[in-house]
């Protein structure tokens, strides 16, 4: 069974930077795209980057140029960077395939407040 661990989240003020961490257990992780996605309460969860097992990488446009997805196909683990983080960046984040196949892990809460 397939497991999807997310770390790193925080409190930060406007402008700061988080990196995010989430480690797969379970599957077959340099095969698939894998995505990082949020959920702002009383928001649909949204995809935020994705990356391909060729380290292709994908952003929405309210990110773009400021987060950087990664990851290390030989720790099964994918990383988001988040600098110039702004107030409406706060959610809890996810990984997951792209599109999210596996069920979904418990998150890691960022919160970015002044």
């Known amino acids: 069974q397939v497991q999807l661990v997310e770390s790193g989240g925080g409190v930060v003020q406007p402008g700061e930077s988080l990196s995010l961490s989430c480690v797969v257990s379970?599957?077959?992780?340099?095969?698939?795209?894998m995505a990082w996605y949020r959920q702002a309460p009383g928001k649909q969860r949204e995809l935020v980057a994705t990356?391909?097992?060729?380290?292709?990488?994908n952003y929405a446009d309210s990110v773009r140029g400021r987060f950087a997805i990664s990851r290390d196909n030989a720790k099964d683990t994918v990383l988001l960077r988040m600098n110039k983080l702004k107030l409406e960046d706060s959610a809890v984040y996810y990984c997951?395939?792209?599109?999210?196949?596996?069920?979904w892990g418990p998150g890691t809460q960022v919160t970015v407040s002044s």
């Open positions: 990356i391909s097992p060729r380290f292709t990488t």
């Open positions: 379970g599957g077959v992780f340099n095969l698939y795209d």
């Open positions: 997951n395939l792209d599109p999210a196949l596996y069920s």
